[in-house]
């Protein structure tokens, strides 16, 4: 009878600690424990040790972004980002700071297969949402951004271009 008094304790216990760690709209988390046994999980609700417990993140891997300008007298800028195995979902939004024309191009850095090739207008913005084309996700390891300034990308006008991105395992996350 004591047996199972303390499980149902460590059972309640448990779904304390879950609601008490509610998710935000940021952060997922989960309390889950690293045993699968209901004795084991009794005897970590009754040593009071809850280190013993995983604490399960949000599914985003990597975020990153920034501010590309050329050089003075130069038209033409690279960056790059990396997609973990298993993250293969990826949002990267725009926002030309220009007056000019820039044409962006997102590319495997290995295969230099293409996945986004677009000119956004003096001032305007646009995303990529690699779930568009590649509902499976895309291929693991480093991505080149390159910016080129000026009509289709000629390179004749100076870059100012402000992006961020994200990669996670969650195709429903990028939208």
């Known amino acids: 009878m004591k047996a199972k008094a303390l499980l149902l304790s460590g059972l309640f216990l448990a779904l304390a600690t879950t609601a008490s760690a509610a998710p935000s709209t940021s952060l997922h988390t989960e309390a889950v424990p690293t045993s699968s046994s209901a004795r084991d999980f009794a005897e970590i609700a009754r040593s009071g040790n809850f280190d013993d417990l995983i604490i399960t993140p949000q599914q985003r891997k990597d975020e990153f972004g920034s501010r590309i300008q050329s050089k003075l007298g130069s038209g033409y800028v690279t960056t790059n980002f990396n997609v ?88 429903s996350e990028v939208n």
């Open 84 to 171: 973990a195995g298993g993250y293969g979902y990826v949002k990267v939004d725009f926002v030309n700071n220009s007056s000019s024309p820039v044409k962006i191009v997102i590319y495997h850095t290995e295969t230099k297969k293409e996945y986004y090739n677009k000119v956004i207008n003096g001032n305007g913005s646009d995303a990529w949402l690699s779930p568009d084309k590649n509902p499976q996700g895309v291929r693991a390891g480093g991505y080149t951004i390159s910016f080129t300034g000026g009509p289709n990308g000629n390179g004749k006008k100076p870059v100012d271009v402000t992006f961020s991105g994200y990669t996670t395992d969650i195709k």
